[in-house]
């Protein structure tokens, strides 16, 4: 079994970004299955699922039962007109609030343009590392415009559960 300093060692290697602005203004974009292996061998990683309520209820969720976590649900904007949650801070202080400042976060929507934010914003917020995953929950549209079949968390067969 290996140790914790060096699990957290080896999933500093797969959470390399793979697409790091260079600028810094967040620690980069990850696949889904890179996010699950930082969930795994990182005990203070967190997931955010920064989708709407109607998302969680009707696309559904990352499930974490099996690493003994659970996702935090931010909405990083507000279903139906999708306006910008200006709660956003304050909730996500609040729920970090236990979480080291250098804890791996890892900013998940339906398909990274949301959770690029979002990691963006908490990185202003003092998190060094805030990770995009780019692919999403549902990853892009197929030829049908069908999502979760491409890329994502679904399509990666990672484990999540319906409303």
């Not at 060692?9 to 990850?30: F, K, T, V």
């Not at 003994?68 to 139906?80: A, I, S, V, Y």
């Not at 780019?134 to 409303?163: M, N, S, T």
Request: a positive charge.
């Amino acid at each position: 079994m290996a140790s914790k300093s060096s699990a957290i060692s080896n999933s500093r290697r797969a959470a390399a970004p793979r697409a790091a602005p260079a600028d810094g203004s967040y620690a980069g974009d990850l696949g889904a299955r890179e996010a699950w292996h930082i969930l795994k061998t990182v005990p203070e990683s967190r997931l955010l699922d920064l989708r709407s309520e109607a998302e969680w209820a009707l696309v559904g969720a990352p499930d974490l039962a099996s690493l003994k976590k659970e996702p935090l649900f931010l909405e990083w904007r507000r279903f139906p007109m999708m306006t910008p949650n200006p709660d956003f801070p304050a909730q996500a202080k609040d729920a970090l609030k236990d979480s080291p400042k250098t804890a791996p976060l890892l900013c998940l929507c339906r398909s990274g343009q949301r959770s690029r934010e979002a990691a963006r914003a908490l990185t202003e917020m003092g998190f060094a590392r805030a990770y995009n995953v780019a692919e999403g929950f549902e990853g892009p549209a197929d030829a049908e415009g069908h999502r979760g079949a491409i890329q994502g968390w679904k399509a990666a067969g990672l484990p999540w559960r319906q409303g």
